[in-house]
């Protein structure tokens, strides 16, 4: 399909039926006012029976950690839906969806060094917390509590941006099943002496998505024995994403490049993302626009922001400086793609983030509307640059202002194709 075709078809019935209303809803608001209700009977007793499908490790106060149970108290029956995976994209959650559950999980949690050595903690409430990040379903657990849920509210648009569930301290946490772990979790476990990068990639290569890798490293249950710590949930994300994407690059360093210029789009909770494939060898690229009045650009008076990180054929050496997470969880989509095809090629993702990202949700909407992007329909163009002409004027800058911010189309102006 030629690219103007392609862009004429994204711009309609498929587009419409994923975009959000244009309305930023702050429904969350009237969520959060009845939070407190939800977890009265705890408040009461200091102590409960639930299901939990996921842990938390925080990096606030570094190097002590505060690591925790998550726990969806009166949705024990749906507990798998309240840990974050691929399936929330297949949902089609909402910005709301995504507060409302997340809100909805209370995090039983203790205060731990981080240079802790949890090789073989297997006992107490680091040892539950363990086999719950270890287990291939929501696991049965009584905790016991210290003191009440306490779920600070600032109940404004502002100080919604990040919203958690409540916070108490824990006494102890006990099972109340067996969990059920996989053999290849097992066969990492037990392996002492295999580094955490081999490891992920292991998990990865037997199926496993990133989602549950990162709950394991997080737990701190991969590595060489001297190395296992806990790792900060956000940390462990980015880790993961990094290291499956190293990888699959390193299996493509000798494939045979895409020989045409390729464009694929999705849109979801307020981002728009253009993924251009070009050939050559690999160069990777994310450029992000966010709008005025969004949620990393609230002020409704500023201009656009742009940000922008860029690799070449040898890759990174150090952490991206703009883009955090999400160039790392972009990279990953786009090298599961090309990894699926057998080859290899230059890469620019731009991504508008328009003012209806009025909350985050995580790096995981990135990832998943960008693996998603692939299954569709695509656009061709005769160059690179009249791909990136064509979707700049879909975008709220101008062709000056992206060469400024982008290597890759500053440098591909001076480029063979560009002359056509």
Do not use: C
């Amino acid at each position: 399909m030629r690219l103007s075709e392609f862009i004429e078809y994204e711009a309609g019935d498929r587009a419409e039926r994923r975009r959000l209303a244009k309305d930023k809803s702050y429904e969350i608001l009237d969520r959060l006012d009845g939070v407190d209700d939800q977890f009265a009977e705890i408040a009461d007793n200091n102590e409960f029976g639930s299901v939990s499908p996921s842990i938390f490790v925080g990096r606030a106060g570094y190097p002590e950690v505060s690591t925790g149970l998550l726990s969806p108290v009166g949705n024990e029956a749906d507990a798998a839906q309240f840990a974050t995976s691929g399936e929330w994209y297949t949902e089609g959650v909402s910005i709301s969806d995504v507060f409302e559950r997340r809100t909805s999980l209370l995090n039983a949690s203790q205060s731990t060094p981080v240079e802790t050595n949890v090789h073989d903690a297997w006992n107490g409430f680091l040892g539950v917390q363990r086999e719950v990040a270890i287990a291939d379903r929501p696991v049965s657990v009584e905790v016991g509590l210290n003191g009440s849920p306490e779920l600070d509210l600032g109940l404004s648009p502002g100080d919604v941006s990040t919203p958690t569930g409540p916070r108490a301290p824990a006494k102890d946490a006990t099972l109340t099943e067996n969990p059920h772990v996989p053999r290849p979790v097992k066969k990492t476990l037990e392996d002492d002496d295999w580094a955490a990068t081999g490891a992920m990639n292991y998990l990865y290569n037997r199926g496993f998505d990133v989602y549950e890798i990162n709950t394991i490293l997080s737990a701190g249950a991969l590595g060489q024995q001297e190395n296992r710590r806990l790792v900060p949930t956000r940390w462990s994300i980015t880790a993961v994403d990094d290291t499956v994407g190293q990888f699959l690059r390193g299996k493509q360093r000798t494939a045979t490049s895409v020989d045409t210029v390729q464009v694929f789009h999705n849109e979801y909770l307020g981002n728009s993302f253009w993924v251009i494939l070009a050939p050559g060898q690999w160069e990777f690229e994310l450029v992000e626009f966010k709008a005025p009045g969004s949620v990393w650009n609230p002020d409704p008076e500023a201009g656009i922001w742009l940000a922008s990180d860029y690799e070449g054929k040898s890759g990174r050496t150090s952490y991206v400086d703009q883009t955090a997470g999400a160039y790392y969880a972009a990279r990953l989509a786009v090298l599961e793609h090309l990894d699926e095809i057998g080859r290899q090629a230059k890469v620019l993702v731009l991504r508008h983030v328009s003012d209806e990202y009025w909350g985050p949700v995580g790096v995981w909407q990135v990832r998943e509307a960008i693996r998603h992007a692939f299954d569709g329909e695509h656009g061709e163009s005769e160059t690179f640059d009249a791909a990136v002409k064509n979707i700049v004027d879909r975008l709220p800058v101008s062709m000056a202002q992206l060469r400024r911010q982008s290597t890759l189309a500053a440098g591909r102006q001076s480029g063979l194709d560009a002359f056509l």
